[in-house]
């Protein structure tokens, strides 16, 4: 089965721009959720998609958005973008929500 | 709130072996995670306790204390390859991971 994949695995942009990153999760998990991580710092969430509703979301400025469509796939938006949103921004898939999450590869993501 | 306290960096020896601690504070316990994270890389699933006591696989072993709120991942026979962060994770009673800021392991030989 092939794992959690995201694209585009790297991207500059600057600030005041916009960008979106998209999620393929593992094929049958309905559950996607999303990463900040930046040096130093752990994991930050962003939030959870559970079948297209939104189910968690962390303490991130509404700058930050997303969603997931029918076939589970997930695009996370990140609008007038900061310096300070650089970092990796990662995606994990579950069946549900009893299960273990998956990571994909990553975004790295440098604002100018 | 919600805490989970980790060691924030460990040295070990090659061939030796390490335990990593995690203690938690959480709303709810619904299991906890050990995940391996090389630098760069995406986080990698280790193991999962739900229950007290320990399960091992392979060289690492991870130890649940519901009643401590204490968890230790247990590295054995360690390599080079074994240097890496370690993030602790613990799913709360809405099932959200709740995660802990990693403990990185930097192996000698």
């Known amino acids: 089965k092939a794992g959690v994949t995201q694209t585009p695995r790297y991207l500059i942009k600057t600030r005041g721009q916009q960008v979106t990153l998209s999620c393929s999760p593992i094929s049958g998990h309905r559950s996607v959720s999303w990463y900040q991580q930046t040096p130093g710092q752990g994991l930050q969430f962003l939030f959870e998609y559970f079948s297209e509703t939104q189910r968690n979301k962390g303490n991130f400025p509404g700058r930050f958005s997303g969603r997931q469509f029918s076939n589970s796939r997930s695009e996370m938006n990140v609008s007038t973008l900061e310096l300070g949103d650089s970092a990796l921004y990662l995606c994990?898939?579950?069946?549900?929500?009893?299960?273990?999450?998956?990571f994909g590869p990553g975004t790295r993501l440098t604002v100018l | 709130g919600q805490n989970i306290d980790q060691p924030t960096e460990m040295t070990a020896t090659e061939g030796a072996i390490v335990q990593i601690n995690c203690t938690y504070q959480?709303?709810?316990?619904?299991?906890l995670f050990w995940y391996q994270q090389h630098a760069g890389e995406a986080p990698t699933f280790l193991s999962y306790n739900v229950l007290d006591g320990l399960e091992e696989k392979g060289r690492f072993s991870s130890f649940l204390s519901r009643s401590k709120g204490y968890s230790y991942l247990l590295l054995k026979e360690l390599q080079m390859k074994d240097s890496a962060s370690y993030l602790c994770a613990v799913r709360d009673s809405n099932y959200q991971l709740i995660w802990g800021a990693g403990t990185k392991l930097i192996i000698k030989p």
């Open positions: 994990a898939s579950r069946t549900d929500l009893y299960d273990t999450q998956y």
């Open positions: 959480t709303s709810g316990f619904n299991g």
